[in-house]
């Protein structure tokens, strides 16, 4: 099955909502802002990276790269430097494709970042390949599901006021969700403020997460934990800089809470450096920037250190969303799952059979491969606007 052809399809749903809500430094003559609660750069747009690859026998795969901003820069990554090396490989050679793929840039040092996002593009849609040439799911392929409905956390309230957050919030829970997750960041006092009355309104018994986007300093991050302690908040995502793997080791050190990261990190290498020293109770890689292939290696290692996988899904979009359903039911190690509904709303008429998720579970696609298929010519018709 030697690989054909390659397309690339850097998206931009021009009427999509607002990732986590308005913000007051959106400005409607640019496509990028910097959110002032947040360090990132956001669009006011969902962005994504689609890639079609097609082999010589007719069975083609699409692949997907989590690219919330900038999706044409993965692109033109696969196009410039990765498409004349791809073509006339043989598409089931996916650990050989991504080791050379991944090795062909080391030396210039792009170890993360765009390169690495293209890879995982590539190497989504050749799972996807693998998949249909022998009939079978993905989550086949890798060993089995653990399970097919998969439970999920609703990622984000994003209302502004208290009556407004908890009204959000009691909805969801009347839908039948068990979990949510809070993206705070507003200095401890108010995090804890708001993280007190959600626990009030929702009850002992619901799940709550607190995601903090890197916003404090080791010792804030310990002072923040421990007034979340007293609420029984489930986690404490990114509470410090990523790159500062003792600080957060640190903090998880200090908290009796599970202290969550990795959803900036794309290689079994960067997780490896936080697992030896502990920097980490529960592991959050995103398939949009790790692919399949790596994801299960990262999954694999974390079980060695008895830590639990909680994959990070954001702004991926339905093909990044399968591939991440077929992963987590084959990863024994799995906890539960994001669940952004704004986003699922947006891309699910992109797909020609909508992926569900309800009464707090996601289902795992069947069919051969990813189990979802994109309606190219509502995509083409995308490309166009």
Not at 58 to 75: D, N, Q, R, S
Not at 150 to 155: D, F, G, I, N, T
Not at 206 to 222: C, G, K, N, P
Request: hydrophobic share 40%; with cysteine; charged share 25%.
């Amino acid at each position: 099955m030697l690989i054909k052809s390659i397309e690339v399809f850097p998206l931009k749903f021009q009427n999509g909502p607002v990732y986590l809500g308005n913000s007051s430094a959106l400005r409607e003559e640019h496509d990028y802002y910097l959110k002032p609660e947040y360090r990132s750069i956001y669009s006011r747009h969902l962005e994504t990276l689609l890639v079609k690859i097609t082999t010589e026998s007719g069975i083609y795969g699409w692949g997907e790269a989590l690219a919330p901003v900038g999706p044409e820069v993965t692109g033109e990554i696969i196009e410039r430097l990765f498409k004349p090396f791809l073509i006339g490989m043989d598409a089931r050679d996916i650990d050989v494709i991504w080791s050379k793929l991944y090795d062909s840039m080391r030396e210039r040092g792009y170890f993360s970042g765009f390169m690495v996002d293209a890879i995982t593009a590539i190497d989504v849609a050749l799972w996807d390949i693998l998949g249909k040439s022998v009939q079978l799911p993905i989550y086949q392929l890798l060993g089995g599901a653990y399970r097919t409905k998969l439970p999920a956390y609703v990622s984000g309230i994003p209302k502004q006021t208290k009556e407004e957050r908890i009204e959000l919030a009691l909805e969801w829970k009347a839908k039948g969700f068990k979990a949510i997750k809070l993206h705070l960041g507003f200095g401890v006092r108010e995090d804890a403020e708001i993280a007190a009355y959600m626990r009030e309104a929702l009850g002992e018994d619901f799940r709550l997460m607190i995601d903090v986007h890197w916003q404090y300093t080791v010792s804030e991050a310990i002072q923040l934990g421990r007034k979340l302690e007293k609420l029984d908040i489930e986690f404490l995502e990114a509470p410090t800089v990523p790159e500062d793997i003792e600080g957060t080791a640190e903090i998880a050190r200090a908290l009796d809470m599970a202290v969550a990261i990795g959803e900036a990190k794309r290689t079994r290498y960067q997780f490896k450096d936080r697992l030896v020293r502990r920097a980490g109770d529960i592991l959050q890689p995103d398939v949009g920037r790790t692919g399949i292939t790596e994801l299960r290696k990262i999954a694999n290692m974390a079980e060695a250190f008895n830590i639990p996988i909680a994959p990070h899904l954001s702004v991926g979009q339905g093909i990044c969303i399968a591939a991440t359903l077929h992963c987590s039911a084959a990863i024994s190690n799995f906890l539960i799952l994001e669940y952004q509904p704004t986003v699922l709303d947006a891309v699910n008429p992109l797909l020609k059979k909508p992926i569900v998720c309800e009464q707090g579970y996601y289902l795992l696609p069947e069919g051969p491969g990813l189990g979802v298929e994109i309606d190219e010519d509502q995509l083409r018709q995308m490309m166009d606007i």
